[in-house]
């Protein structure tokens, strides 16, 4: 987590099981929030913690990408999470499911791939974050294909 930012922005992280919906933005605080850029992507690491006395509650990792800069809009490309009290529409407990992360399209989820079996919290967004690190670029060229967008990293 070395060179994060606290960021300002509140974009929501909600995502539903089951059927695949539209990412809703809705405001979510978290105790820690942080981005970082991508390299000289137009892309950016966002990460939301909740801590109870260290041990990990609630977190969100998330790979967005910058897909219109007038208009600031970012994307998910990729999301991990845990929320084991969740919303009506998101609650994931990573220490009875496992850790997965969700793929995004044009704003909505198209599939999901499973991480891990069952893990602590606190390790399951140590593994998110390596998983995340590892898979960068490969989520970032599928995002562009799918989306028709040059790719920035060359």
């Not at 992507?41 to 007038?70: C, H, K, N, P, W």
């Not at 997965?100 to 140590?126: C, F, I, K, T």
Request: proline share 4%; with cysteine; glycine share 6%.
């Amino acid at each position: 987590m070395v060179g994060l930012r606290t960021d300002e922005t509140r974009r929501s992280f909600l995502c539903e099981t089951g059927t695949i919906r539209p990412v809703v933005d809705r405001p979510r605080k978290y105790d820690r929030q942080y981005t970082a850029p991508v390299s000289d992507l137009a892309a950016r690491r966002r990460m939301g913690i909740d801590l109870d006395r260290g041990t990990v509650t609630r977190f969100v990792v998330q790979l967005e990408y910058l897909v219109d800069a007038s208009t600031s809009e970012w994307r998910t490309v990729v999301r991990y999470d845990h929320d084991t009290d969740g919303s009506d529409v998101a609650t994931h407990d990573v220490t009875e499911d496992g850790l997965h992360v969700d793929v995004y399209r044009d704003g909505e989820r198209v599939m999901r791939h499973w991480v891990s079996p069952p893990l602590p919290a606190n390790q399951a967004l140590e593994d998110a974050e390596e998983h995340l690190t590892t898979h960068m670029k490969h989520y970032i060229r599928r995002f562009e294909r799918w989306h028709g967008i040059e790719d920035q990293s060359q």
